[in-house]
């Protein structure tokens, strides 16, 4: 609970607004409205004013510092890449020895076919790998090409991995953390 | 699905920096050659059909909240019956099937750690099936917002 009132999200640097006065309670419910979308309306900041008790002013200026300290990674719109046709989703799974896993996870970070990258915890016996990468392609044998390059380009040949196409997406929506479903 | 050059071009330009002003969609219509009402239309269409899940922000994860990747290991026969109870339980935001044995794999979201735990502990047990919980321990490339490959999709 605390950190969602944090001073962190809270627009208190801003010159045009007195911080004091914009409600903590209005900030959390901005963030709710924020994690179902814009309106699609001329006017999206003073609907979402209307909507949390806040002036637009303040709802532009409350975005504006979230995306200025990082709450907010990107604003615009957020693609379904699967009805695209980017229907060869492949989750790339590494044990990659501990000592290594930073500086592989950093280098596969900039690898242009690969959209998300990251370090998880081992669970043994049943789950020996720590590096995930994913790459999202038009067709599973590109995929798999791709895959074959990231091996030889960086030696890899002998580490275990394992390659989790997904065939079906059950759900796929933006993260609520402080919206209810 | 095809998109025409104008929906391509929106998807182009404005997967990271919409602009924060008071007519936002007039002001993409202006770099773009469109009025603003033939932005919000095609905005609304590509909601309809799914191209697009909203038009707003991506919260950071680690800030935003609790989030956690999690799999479980469903008999194949009962999949779609698992994937419907996991999407039952509160906070579940993605949830795929995966060629493993770990065959369902859904990322869940609370406030904190604490609620997250219990929801997960809740669901394992209606599920009574192996779960795996991978927290993210480290983050080194994490955003969709990457360019279309318009002529890979042709």
Not at chain 1, 146 to 153: C, K, M, P, R
Not at chain 2, 14 to 43: A, F, H, K, N, W
Request: with cysteine; aromatic share 8%.
């Amino acid at each position: 609970m605390s950190q969602l009132f944090s001073a962190d999200y809270l627009p208190m640097d801003s010159p045009d607004s007195d911080a004091t006065k914009v409600s903590a309670w209005g900030l959390l419910r901005l963030r709710q409205q924020l994690e179902q979308g814009l309106p699609l309306v001329p006017r999206p900041y003073r609907v979402l004013a209307e909507r949390t008790g806040l002036s637009e002013q303040e709802v532009m200026d409350a975005i504006t510092q979230w995306q200025s300290n990082g709450l907010i990674k990107r604003l615009g719109l957020v693609v379904k890449h699967r009805t695209l046709g980017y229907t060869a989703n492949a989750m790339v799974v590494w044990d990659i020895p501990d000592e290594q896993v930073q500086a592989l996870g950093k280098a596969m970070a900039d690898v242009p076919f690969i959209t998300l990258c990251y370090q998880r915890p081992r669970r043994l016996p049943d789950w020996p790998y720590n590096l995930f990468c994913m790459i999202h392609g038009t067709n599973r044998e590109r995929v798999l090409a791709q895959l074959d390059s990231l091996i030889a380009g960086h030696n890899l040949q002998h580490i275990q991995y394992a390659v989790l196409f997904s065939n079906k997406a059950y759900r796929q929506r933006g993260g609520r953390y402080v919206s209810h479903d | 699905m095809r998109l025409d050059a104008a929906d391509r071009q929106l998807i182009d330009s404005y997967q990271r920096s919409l602009p924060v002003c008071e007519r936002p969609y007039e002001e993409m219509g202006r770099t773009l050659g469109l009025t603003e009402e033939e932005v919000i239309q095609r905005l609304s269409a590509l909601q309809d059909q799914k191209v697009l899940s909203r038009v707003g922000p991506v919260f950071e994860h680690s800030q935003a909240g609790a989030s956690l990747l999690a799999a479980v290991a469903a008999p194949e026969e009962q999949m779609d019956l698992v994937a419907a109870r996991i999407n039952r339980a509160p906070g579940v935001n993605h949830n795929y099937a995966r060629e493993h044995t770990y065959n369902l794999w859904f990322v869940m979201t609370a406030p904190d750690n604490e609620l997250l735990e219990e929801h997960l502990d809740e669901l394992e047990k209606e599920l009574k099936l192996p779960m795996l919980r991978l927290p993210m321990v480290e983050g080194y490339h994490i955003d969709l917002g990457f360019d279309i490959d318009w002529e890979a999709l042709s």
